[in-house]
């Protein structure tokens, strides 16, 4: 059974930086696409990242977030992080780590319908 667990979220003060992780089970990053996504209060979920299945995969990232964030796969094969630096109170939101499982090597959304498998989410909040 896929599953995937975000942690690392909190509140931070503008300016600073979180490290969100998922760590997945059930199934081999090799074969699917990790994307994280973030749902603000009274908004639509929105992508944010993603990453290919591709060791030193491809990459995206939604303009709001470009410059700012990274997302990365750890050495360990089972997790994918987001290095968000420079945080600002529109980040404030519900951040979900997903899996798709990719039809080639380089594949990446930030289209929400794509993924099939979602982990629970972790809050980040962005406040002085």
């Known amino acids: 059974q896929l599953q995937l667990v975000e942690s690392g979220g909190g509140l931070v003060q503008p300016g600073g930086s979180l490290r969100l992780s998922c760590a997945v089970s059930?199934?081999?990053?090799?074969?699917?696409?990790i994307g994280w996504f973030r749902q603000a209060p009274g908004k639509e979920r929105e992508g944010v990242s993603c990453?290919?299945?591709?060791?030193?995969?491809?990459?995206d990232y939604a303009d709001s977030v470009k410059g700012r964030f990274t997302i990365s796969r750890g050495n360990a094969k089972n997790t994918v992080y987001l290095q968000m630096n420079s945080l600002k109170p529109e980040d404030t939101a519900v951040y979900y780590c997903?899996?798709?499982?990719?039809?080639?090597?380089?594949?990446?959304?930030?289209?929400?319908?794509?993924?099939?498998?979602w982990g629970q989410g972790t809050q980040v909040t962005v406040s002085s």
């Open positions: 990453i290919s299945r591709r060791s030193g995969g491809r990459t």
């Open positions: 059930g199934f081999t990053l090799d074969h699917y696409a």
């Open positions: 997903a899996a798709k499982l990719s039809p080639n090597s380089d594949y990446i959304s930030l289209r929400e319908t794509d993924f099939g498998s």
